[in-house]
């Protein structure tokens, strides 16, 4: 059970750590440019800043995944990229709502935690059968 939970342990933090830096790098951008499509472009920011450290994170530190070689690594990356596309809809969903429904940016972020909450218990289940599955 322990060897199963510390991954897991691990991928939490990071999940914590992620949805943090996501947020942080939205209210820089804010804080930046309130201009139009504020709301999309500093989402857009979020995840460019999120998505190489992530993935870094979570090969080395949750599934301890030694890549063959460069282009194994891109090809995996741009697996993990696709994927994350997929719960980034989750995300961005949620956040989007909180938005809509509350038109207030401190309820965004309460949205934004909650979709990027939802869409990391997707991303694992994704990354450790499709991404980081031994090769």
């Known amino acids: 059970m322990k060897q199963r939970a510390r991954p897991v342990a691990i991928y939490i933090a990071i999940a914590c750590m992620a ?24 989402m857009i920011v979020g995840l460019a800043t999120v998505l190489p450290v ?6 080395l530190f949750v599934f301890s995944f030694a890549s063959r070689n460069l282009f194994h690594d891109a090809r995996l990356f741009t697996l993990y990229t696709v994927l994350g596309g997929i719960t980034t809809l989750v ?45």
Do not use: C, P, T, W
């Not at 209210?27 to 309130?34: E, G, P």
């Not at 992530?54 to 090969?59: A, G, I, M, R, V």
């Open 19 to 42: 949805a943090l830096l996501n947020i942080g790098a939205q209210v820089a951008s804010v804080a930046v440019y309130k201009g139009r499509f504020y709301v999309e472009i500093s």
């Open 54 to 59: 992530k993935y870094l994170l979570e090969k």
């Open 91 to 135: 995300f961005v969903a949620v956040e989007y709502v909180f938005h809509l429904l509350f038109a207030a940016d401190a309820m965004r972020y309460v949205g934004a935690a909650l979709g990027l909450a939802l869409g990391h218990l997707l991303k694992y289940q994704l990354d450790k059968r499709f991404v980081f599955a031994s090769r």
